[in-house]
């Protein structure tokens, strides 16, 4: 019924620069994208496409190289379209670089059977490295993806849903933008979101209603009075940060529910009186992680016992905890929540690193070297750890080893001071 607008739709968003600003529909080669891997990988299997098919270009069809060109164009544009790049291509890629290898073979005499085996083996090595030890995606710190079925945990508010169905929290929902679709999913029709992933759909005006609303409080308030949210389920991070400060500070809003990757805030009202009493958190601000008030160091620690209580499987929890037992200078507590902690989280990088603080302060540098060094092979990008691994060897006079991890932090940011101040000190440039 919309004739050629259907065909056209795709390339009218693109030009919808509401929608553009959002981070799927940027260019994989955009300075926000810096550091992330699906640059490199984009550019690394478009070098071999290419070229494959430049050696085979008197073999190939017409089409074969239009869709390659046509989707590549479309993920130059957008890195959401760098899948559908891939989709398309990978069969003409496949077909032609079996061309390529039958060329070779034949002109160079190789038993094709000894081929197929190095192939099927180096495959196989492949799937197994990736399920093992996933995928890395950014240079700059976020670690790896790690490969499996189902729903991915670490970004999808899985476990926060489950809580909320568990205590029946229904009615309107604000949300971030990319919980949406997940919460419509498990949720609909009990719990209504504000957004989800179609910000076409929604349109202009509520977009930009809901960018406004994590940074200003008023825009909240209004749509806050217009659509009555019973609760809000908010992501980490620095665009959220205004928003949860707003959240926190209100008497109107209570915490009952954090993990590493969402929290959520219900209203302080007589229908949720039970789930606040159970679960709500007076003093625990998932997102400051410089609570040093000394004066509430003890209703932290309970809270944050409580959450581990409630939730075993929050990492985060379990290190705020560790480094308020030690802000109180109980060393032996922080180390046993350390400890317990890594029997959940196996080689967690974080954690290793609160273990090796603590050891240190109890003087056992035998031991916190050891934790030190294992968190910076979990995390080859740990600037903590590095740091920690430096003072420990400066602080054993060991200079040689000192320069060594300040100059691989120095490597990951160049900025650091404390880095620069050491190395001056230690008389090393």
């Known amino acids: 019924p919309n004739g050629i607008d259907v065909f056209l739709y795709p390339l009218t968003i693109i030009k919808a620069g509401y929608v553009a600003s959002n981070r799927e529909w940027l260019s994989p080669f955009d300075n926000a994208l810096s550091g992330y891997y699906m640059q490199k990988y984009f ?6 496409l290419f070229t494959v098919l430049l050696i085979n270009l008197k073999k190939i ?84 993806a790690k490969c ?7 970004v999808v508010p899985v476990d926060a849903l489950d809580f909320i169905i568990k205590e029946n929290i229904s009615g309107n929902f604000f949300n971030s933008y990319q919980f949406g679709g997940y919460i419509l999913y498990r949720g609909c029709p009990k719990i209504k979101v504000f957004i989800d992933g179609r910000a076409d759909v929604y349109g202009k005006q509520l977009y930009h209603s809901f960018r406004k609303s994590l940074v200003i409080a008023e825009e909240f308030k209004k749509n806050m009075s217009k659509y009555n949210f019973n609760s809000v389920l908010l992501a980490y991070g620095p665009d959220n940060k205004a928003l949860h400060d707003f959240l926190h500070q209100s008497k109107d809003w209570i915490l ?16 949720n009186l039970s789930v606040i009493k159970q679960y709500g958190y007076s003093f625990v601000n998932p997102i400051d992680s410089r609570q ?19 939730n075993p499987n929050v990492d985060y929890a379990y290190i705020r ?8 200078g109980d060393y032996i507590n922080s180390l046993k929540i350390s400890k317990k902690a890594l029997k959940k989280f196996p080689n967690h990088y974080s954690i290793l690193n609160q273990m090796g603080i603590s050891y240190k302060y109890l003087d056992n540098y035998i031991s916190a070297e050891k934790c030190f060094q294992k968190a910076v092979k979990a995390n080859p990008y740990l600037l903590d750890a590095y740091g920690n691994l ?6 054993k006079n060991d200079f040689k080893k000192t320069r060594e991890f300040l100059k691989k932090t120095l490597r990951i940011n160049p900025q650091d001071k404390i880095a620069k101040k050491i190395l001056k000190e230690i008389g090393i440039n």
């Open 292 to 310: 040093t008030n000394d004066e509430k160091i003890p209703a932290l620690i309970d809270e944050y016992n409580k959450a581990i209580t409630i």
């Open 61 to 144: 069809c017409l089409k074969d190289i239009l869709l390659p060109c046509l989707f590549f164009a479309l993920a130059v544009k957008s890195q959401r379209n760098i899948a559908l790049f891939a989709i398309i291509s990978l069969p003409i890629f496949i077909k032609n670089i079996s061309f390529s290898a039958d060329k070779i073979i034949h002109n160079h005499k190789i038993n094709a059977k000894i081929v197929k085996l190095f192939t099927i083996i180096l495959f196989l090595f492949l799937i197994i490295f990736f399920y093992k030890y996933g995928v890395p995606i950014a240079d700059k710190g976020r670690g790896f």
């Open 390 to 395: 430096a003072v420990l060897y400066y602080e």
């Open 148 to 154: 499996g079925l189902g729903i991915n945990k670490a």
């Open 321 to 328: 905890l560790a480094k308020l037992y030690r802000k109180k």
């Open 256 to 271: 009952v529910y954090f993990d590493s990757i969402c929290l959520l805030y219900i209203k302080n009202t007589d229908k």
């Open 43 to 48: 550019i690394v299997y478009s070098l071999i």
